[in-house]
């Protein structure tokens, strides 16, 4: 089996920065497309930004500037740093990964992380 492990969020003032990581484990062949998403209480989850096997990199507009998404092919571990956070970006933050595990190598699962909470107040 694959698991994704988050870490980093926690409680920040408006202005501040955090950088939230998440780890891939198990019997992985490879791993596509890393992300995260977002989802505040009462909204639907959003995309955050994305990051391909190759670098390649997508951000929502409301994060672009502030936020950069990047990867540890190594380590298959992707990571959010977050800087001039505001108090719309509080939400719990989910790890997102398209993996293709070893006893299925041609295809590609989509796994999630368990989420961390971000909340930046005052």
């Known amino acids: 089996q694959v698991q994704l492990v988050e870490s980093g969020g926690g409680l920040v003032q408006p202005g501040g920065s955090l950088r939230l990581s998440c780890a891939a484990s198990?019997?992985?062949?490879?791993?596509?497309?890393m992300g995260w998403y977002r989802q505040a209480p009462g909204k639907q989850r959003e995309l955050v930004a994305t990051?391909?096997?190759?670098?390649?990199?997508n951000y929502a507009d409301s994060v672009r500037g502030r936020f950069t998404i990047s990867r540890d092919n190594a380590k298959n571990t992707v990571f959010l740093q977050m800087n001039s956070l505001k108090r719309e970006d509080t939400a719990v933050y989910y790890c997102?990964?398209?993996?293709?595990?070893?006893?299925?190598?041609?295809?590609?699962?989509?796994?999630w992380g368990q989420g961390t909470q971000v909340t930046v107040s005052s």
């Open positions: 997102n990964a398209k993996i293709s595990i070893v006893v299925l190598p041609t295809s590609e699962i989509n796994y």
């Open positions: 198990g019997s992985i062949f490879s791993i596509n497309a």
């Open positions: 990051i391909t096997s190759g670098g390649s990199t």
